[in-house]
């Protein structure tokens, strides 16, 4: 039969502890590169999921307060419009300033939201009344059109809601898809993986069970065996002894 070169031969570890650890570290490494890789996915996915969720809670929590704000706002102004009082245009004014707080802090996500043309028409709107409601003829006969002010922006912050709304399931969506995505991926490798481990196991096998390499092992152990034995005596050691003569 042919023999390869030795130089083209795999060196074999130098005991058989060491060769078994050798086996198993191929054995075990496939796996764990599988898990380590399904981790760092997860990892990732629970990151933008906390992302996610974070932004989506504040979207709603304020698109909701400006729906609220804006309808106490439009309480305020009729009263204003019966009563025409400094206290009334102060808590319309207190109201405003929660009501342009809120609209701030929507903004910082308008770009995500593409909520940029509905927040300038509530800003612009809320404006025009806040003119109108301080000046000193105020009348009741005004009150058309303030009426159909606020209907403008209850409008324009109904569609807000729903574009906040969209934007919130959309996220979502996308998060379920990334997470079956992240389940393939992790079965995919499984599939690939575990094979690759089996063939290493069934190599190391191969190679344990072939007499060369381990009838050397076993012989090597042998001679130190009775090399040490002997030094304890005090007696020169007998020539080691082949398997065979075992």
Do not use: C
């Amino acid at each position: 039969l042919f023999s390869p070169p030795h130089s083209m031969r795999l060196p074999y570890p130098l005991s058989l502890p060491k060769l078994l650890l050798a086996g198993f570290v191929l054995v075990a490494l496939p796996p764990v590169l599988a898990l380590l890789g399904a981790y760092f996915s997860l990892d990732q996915l629970s990151r933008r999921s906390e992302v996610a969720i974070s932004r989506a809670t504040a979207i709603t929590r304020d698109s909701r307060a400006l729906s609220e704000h804006l309808n106490a706002l439009e309480r305020l102004a009729r009263q204003q419009l019966v009563l025409n009082d400094p206290p009334g245009l102060a808590a319309y004014a207190s109201r405003r300033t929660r009501f342009i707080d809120t609209g701030e802090r929507l903004a910082q996500h308008a770009d995500i939201l593409n909520i940029s043309t509905e927040l300038e028409a509530l800003r612009a709107g809320e404006e025009a009344v806040w003119l109108r409601l301080q000046q000193t003829d105020l009348k009741q006969t005004q009150s058309p059109a303030l009426i159909a002010a606020f209907n403008a922006m209850n409008a324009s912050a109904a569609g807000l809601v729903g574009l906040a709304d969209a934007r919130i399931e959309a996220d979502i969506d996308a998060l379920q898809i990334e997470a079956s995505a992240a389940r393939r991926q992790l079965l995919q490798r499984l599939w690939v993986l575990i094979p690759i481990s089996l063939l290493f196991a069934l190599g190391i096998t191969a190679m344990i069970r072939r007499p060369g390499p381990i009838r050397s092992l076993l012989a090597g152990m042998v001679a130190s065996t009775l090399s040490l034995t002997a030094a304890a005596a005090g007696k020169p050691a007998k020539p080691p002894a082949t398997i065979g003569d075992l």
